[in-house]
């Protein structure tokens, strides 16, 4: 009977005769998405058929017929490395959830507010991925329809490796280049246009001040800065790398 009853919940679902469920909203950890505007933020991407928007898709095709055997396959590897591994070829194995669990704790807590920012950029400017309006380019992973710009990856992991930064300062250029990288490893599988990349390193710069200025977030600095001084003290890996 127990069955039954499922079966028939979920056929009456299908068919329209229950509710649907609506997704529960985002309850904002340390920012919310009125309190950093997105145009104050991120640039509209190129028009559709301009110059710049033309440009950005030859530069993807320029760069794709030259890649290497080794490139390509660096872009399609790094593409699915977590935000966390990235940061670790900056600060070093010590930087991990056991070692700096508040730290990961209030990270998490920045990333779920990230998620409407880019949904709001997703929605406001739903410009097709290169695959998905030339099929010259070949992509390093699954195809998506997930809109181009700006580029989630550089946008997320900029905005945290320039909140690290206020950790640790003597990072803050090696962060950059290596987030820099992450982009270029974006276009070069044909996920993004040069531009989505830009953006994102703009929009990231904004929305990390504005992490930064929160008063919940400066409340965490303390505990922050404890846990930094465990990972500061182990020396750093080589640089660049290899």
């Not at 930087?95 to 700096?100: G, P, Q």
């Not at 982009?183 to 990349?197: A, F, I, K, N």
């Amino acid at each position: 009977m127990r069955h039954l009853l499922t079966l028939l919940a979920l056929s009456l679902g299908s068919a329209g005769f229950l509710p649907a469920t609506t997704p529960t909203p985002h309850v904002p950890v340390y920012l919310a998405l009125a309190g950093c505007p997105l145009d104050r933020i991120l640039p509209p991407p190129p028009a559709p058929g301009s110059p710049a928007d033309l440009a950005d898709l030859d530069t993807v095709l320029y760069v794709q017929a030259r890649l290497t055997v080794v490139e390509a396959e660096t872009a399609r590897a790094h593409g699915t490395r977590p935000w966390d591994e990235f940061i670790r070829d900056v600060l070093g194995p010590s930087f991990n959830e056991k070692n700096c669990p508040e730290t990961y704790r209030v990270l998490a807590g920045v990333r779920a507010d990230f998620e409407p920012f880019l949904a709001a950029a997703r929605a406001q400017y739903p410009r097709p991925r290169p695959p998905n309006r030339d099929a010259r380019v070949r992509l390093a992973s699954e195809r998506t329809t997930i809109g181009s710009y700006p580029s989630s990856k550089v946008w997320s992991f900029l905005n945290l490796g320039l909140i690290l930064a206020e950790l640790y300062p003597e990072s803050r250029d090696r962060l950059y280049e290596q987030i820099r990288w992450q982009g270029w490893m974006r276009v070069q599988g044909g996920h993004h246009y040069p531009s989505d990349c830009s953006a994102g390193i703009l929009a990231a710069e904004g929305l990390a001040r504005a992490f930064l200025a929160s008063p919940k977030f400066q409340a965490e600095l303390p505990v922050l800065r404890a846990e930094a001084v465990r990972v500061r003290s182990q020396p750093l890996p080589p640089w660049p790398q290899p």
